[in-house]
């Protein structure tokens, strides 16, 4: 599962499983740029590799982005002045 988690103020994406010992989580890019950037309102792609989600890295203007899993690919999807927001998969 993925989901959105407030740190120090701000929204972070956490990847988390449920196993014999109980829920267990973990930031989605524990390190690096992506580290600190504010994600919200996050969804798995159909095969599982990639997460579209929220974001506003200048504090103000909401874009959608995507992420790889790994985080070793991030790509703002959108960036004009108006609030983009509910990114959603579709066929």
């Known amino acids: 599962m993925v989901f959105e988690r407030s740190v120090d103020k701000a929204s972070r994406l956490y990847v988390g499983q449920y196993g014999a ?18 994600m919200a309102e996050p969804r798995w792609s159909p095969d599982g590799s990639w997460i579209v989600f929220e974001t506003w890295p200048d504090g103000k203007n909401h874009n959608i982005a995507i992420l790889s899993v790994s985080c070793t690919n991030f790509a703002e999807l959108t960036t004009d002045t108006a609030l983009d927001f509910d990114p959603a998969w579709r066929p």
Do not use: H, K, T
Request: proline share 28%; glycine share 12%; aromatic share 0%.
């Open 21 to 38: 010992s109980g829920p267990a989580s973990n930031p989605v890019c524990p390190e690096g740029p992506l580290s600190v950037m504010p």
